[in-house]
């Protein structure tokens, strides 16, 4: 657990866009009285990030600059469909995985119903069938979630690694926050 930052979060934000306009971290961590050290561990991978989008926003323009008007438009159009497919696909998971949750649970309240110490019988093989078949479409439901999730696995590794990833990195501000806010 780190200790909590002498500067505030718009601190940290101007230094951010101070870094990316070319200014030093040395210069800011001594304007800001931190060391360069934080400066660097805190922007490092986030600028580096922000110069590579940025360096494949310009080589994309230097493409379509290439193109003539007409394929330009087109170009931009199937980027257009690209990603609002993407945003589609991506509602669609969202929303199969809610009903995937909804109807599991249904099922599950359902085979709570059933007496365990009771022999099977006409009605109790009649709610497993319900619970087969609510079974069976939650999982249906969930499959367009599983399957970009599979598709997209090494991301979803790297996000939820507990030293490097996205969560990871979360998480840990979130107990500091709370070791702050306990002492």
């Given at each position: 657990?780190?200790?909590?930052?002498?500067?505030?979060?718009?601190?940290?934000?101007?230094?951010?866009?101070?870094?990316?306009?070319?200014?030093?971290?040395?210069?800011?961590?001594?304007?800001?009285?931190?060391?360069?050290?934080?400066?660097?561990?805190?922007?490092?991978?986030?600028?580096?990030?922000?110069?590579?989008?940025?360096?494949q926003?310009?080589?994309?323009?230097?493409?379509?600059?290439f193109?003539?008007?007409?394929?330009?438009?087109?170009?931009?159009?199937?980027?257009?469909?690209?990603?609002?497919?993407?945003?589609?696909?991506?509602?669609?998971?969202?929303?199969?995985a809610?009903?995937?949750?909804?109807?599991?649970?249904?099922?599950?309240?359902?085979?709570?119903?059933?007496?365990?110490?009771?022999?099977?019988?006409?009605?109790?093989?009649?709610a497993?069938?319900?619970?087969?078949?609510?079974t069976?479409?939650?999982?249906?439901?969930?499959?367009?979630?599983?399957?970009?999730?599979?598709?997209?696995?090494?991301?979803?590794?790297?996000?939820?690694?507990?030293?490097?990833?996205?969560?990871?990195?979360?998480?840990?501000?979130?107990?500091?926050a709370?070791?702050?806010?306990?002492?």
């Amino acid at each position: 657990m780190g200790r909590p930052s002498k500067l505030t979060d718009a601190q940290w934000e101007a230094i951010g866009k101070r870094l990316l306009a070319g200014e030093s971290a040395a210069a800011l961590a001594k304007e800001f009285g931190v060391d360069r050290a934080a400066v660097t561990r805190r922007f490092s991978q986030r600028n580096a990030t922000i110069k590579n989008v940025a360096n494949q926003i310009v080589e994309t323009e230097r493409a379509l600059s290439f193109l003539n008007a007409s394929e330009q438009i087109a170009a931009r159009s199937l980027a257009d469909d690209l990603k609002a497919i993407s945003e589609h696909l991506a509602g669609a998971a969202r929303f199969g995985a809610a009903t995937a949750h909804r109807l599991s649970g249904i099922a599950h309240s359902k085979a709570a119903e059933i007496d365990d110490a009771q022999p099977l019988n006409e009605e109790s093989i009649g709610a497993l069938k319900g619970i087969a078949a609510l079974t069976k479409l939650a999982n249906e439901s969930s499959e367009i979630g599983v399957n970009l999730l599979r598709a997209n696995k090494e991301e979803i590794e790297r996000i939820n690694n507990p030293v490097t990833g996205r969560i990871g990195t979360i998480t840990r501000r979130i107990i500091d926050a709370k070791v702050v806010e306990s002492k």
